[in-house]
């Protein structure tokens, strides 16, 4: 079965600072992989997604994540984060034709 | 725009009654959609995934004579919670699954707190 983990349970920066928030899933086969973002009192909205082709994939609001397929991760970046970053992320994993699968999701507190 | 819409966003009932909550697909069919309950600080908890036209799958642990989904066309399907109590409260999200060639997306509705009496 897949699964899918996620290194940090909260993360506190620094206006400016750098992020890097860790995914790894665990699945043999071909994989579809999301970050979704959820602020707070909000929805679930898509941050990015790859499927295929560069490795490494640009979403909204300057956010980024690479897909290392040795490594089984697809770690979500962003140079300099800003106090409205605050939110909750989900990594999740598809195979196709197959149910979702979330991480347990990593809090992030940007301080102004 | 928001593409899945879920309504309604809040509701507050006295325990022992039910509650249907709606799930739509706004510019696409689905023919898949899902159903999470979110605990505070938790991530998404799947309960169960609606097929339009034939029963929906339910996790393990979730009783489906209690949370009773129908997913009668290609763009709504419904959650009720039957008989709710208190233990029932929790902020439930719906998706819906967009298929296109290669192309497997989860849109999210805003999601539904529900507050048992």
């Known amino acids: 079965a897949q699964s899918v983990s996620q290194h940090n349970h909260h993360v506190i920066l620094s206006e400016a600072a750098s992020l890097e928030l860790g995914c790894n899933y665990s699945?043999?086969?071909?994989?579809?992989l999301f970050w979704y973002v959820q602020y707070p009192g909000q929805h679930l909205q898509l941050l990015l997604k790859y499927f295929s082709g560069d490795p490494l994939v640009k979403g909204i609001k300057g956010f980024e994540a690479e897909f290392i397929k040795s490594k089984f991760s697809f770690n979500l970046r962003k140079p300099s984060v800003q106090w409205s970053d605050t939110a909750e992320y989900f990594c999740a994993v598809n195979a196709h034709g197959q149910n979702f699968v979330f991480g347990p999701g990593t809090r992030l507190s940007v301080l102004p | 725009g928001a593409v899945v819409s879920q309504h309604p966003s809040r509701v507050i009932c006295k325990s022992g009654t039910s509650v249907k909550i709606e799930c739509r697909s706004l510019?696409?069919?689905?023919?898949?959609m899902f159903w999470y309950r979110q605990f505070p600080k938790k991530s998404l908890m799947l309960m169960a995934t609606?097929?339009?036209?034939?029963?929906?799958?339910?996790e393990q642990g979730v009783e489906k004579d209690k949370f009773l989904i129908n997913h009668a066309s290609l763009t709504l399907s419904t959650l009720t919670v039957t008989s709710a109590h208190p233990e029932d409260s929790s902020f439930y999200i719906c998706s819906a699954r967009r298929t296109s060639g290669s192309i497997d997306i989860q849109y999210f509705g805003a999601g539904t707190r529900l507050s048992v009496l």
């Open positions: 510019d696409f069919q689905a023919t898949t």
């Open positions: 609606s097929n339009e036209g034939s029963k929906a799958t339910y």
């Open positions: 699945y043999g086969g071909t994989v579809n």
